[in-house]
């Protein structure tokens, strides 16, 4: 661990609505898939924390659920989760979408954030879509809004202007120690990642016709060493009976197909060969049931 006076280190907590783009900053900081991405709102669901070690800085950035009103039991636990890391970290990311405009959603987390002493950025993300003069009057329009300590323009698809918005971040957090081996770029488990990725081609693949009502439990994941390989067997679980027939496919060819690209990005991440194995599981309103939210990972004592 690095004891350097110097050193600094301090968390981040990258908040906004659904869909502005926050899993695609994370993964672009790390260099890592560790975040799902989705054209879909409210995919991530849990805390995602990302870390990128530099010579003399530590920056753990946690990935929220997007701030949204509420539908079931999942949905409250996906707001508690969001606005709770707002007293724990050093500095907020407020991201927003460069192409809408500030509407009922984004003044419901500026009301949040009033009551938070945290410093908080703003982030306009997506500025690879609008024109620059769009840009000034987004920002005078913002300014108006919140007290924000920085307004950084910024592409996480792209990579436009990534480093001036880090060296700002690094700017502002306090000294501290090195919490992460610098090899580490995430705190979660692999059991953890390798699940999302799953949901993830399960989201892509079945598009507007499965909606968030899908989880997905890695049952088993064994390495084996001699054929430098792994086994994985994960039970992706929907609410509904047709949402099964879907998932599976004719003949079985979308659980095939998700399981195909699935099987890809886990390799990547596990730098190893991996055997996957599929299931699909009807658990009806699961969303709205605490002991099926616990069992899936949703536990809100660790928030």
């Known amino acids: 661990m690095n004891k350097d006076k110097d050193y600094k280190s301090g968390f981040i907590s990258i908040i906004g609505r659904p869909n502005v783009g926050k899993s695609t900053f994370l993964n672009r900081v790390v260099g890592q ?9 409210q995919t991530t669901r849990n805390k995602v924390q990302g870390v990128l070690t ?3 800085a530590q920056m753990v950035f946690i990935d929220t659920p997007g701030i949204h009103k509420p539908k079931h039991r999942l949905g409250d636990f996906m707001m508690k989760v969001a ?3 707002l007293k724990e970290v050093d500095l907020v990311l407020f991201m927003v979408n460069a192409e809408e405009g500030f ?6 987390i500026v ?18 879509l609008v024109h620059p003069d769009q840009l000034l009057k987004i920002i005078d329009g913002y300014k108006e ?4 300590k920085e307004i950084i323009p910024i592409s996480a698809l792209e990579g436009n202007n990534i480093e001036t918005l880090l060296g700002q971040i690094k700017a502002y957090l306090p000294e501290g120690p090195q919490y992460y081996p610098a090899d580490q770029v995430t705190d979660h488990p692999e059991r953890f990642i390798v699940s999302e990725l799953i949901r993830e081609k399960a989201l892509h693949l079945t598009r507007e016709e499965i909606p968030h009502s899908l989880a997905v439990m890695i049952e088993k994941m064994e390495r084996n060493p001699e054929k430098n390989n792994v086994h994985v067997m994960a039970t992706i679980i929907v609410e509904r009976d047709s949402q099964k027939g879907i998932i599976i496919g004719k003949q079985g060819s979308m659980l095939k197909e998700i399981g195909k690209r699935a099987r890809l990005d886990i390799e990547n991440l596990l730098g190893s060969k991996v055997f996957l194995e599929l299931w699909v599981k009807v658990q009806k309103d699961w969303r709205n049931r605490a002991s099926h939210l616990r069992d899936y990972g949703f536990r809100e004592d660790e928030y």
């Open 33 to 41: 898939k560790i975040a799902i991405m989705s054209d879909k709102p």
């Open 54 to 56: 530099l010579n003399n």
């Open 111 to 128: 009301e949040k954030l009033e009551n938070t002493r945290t410093p908080v950025f703003l982030i306009i993300n997506k500025i690879d």
């Open 145 to 148: 809004k919140f007290d924000f």
């Open 83 to 85: 606005q709770n890391t």
């Open 103 to 108: 509407g009922r959603g984004e003044e419901f």
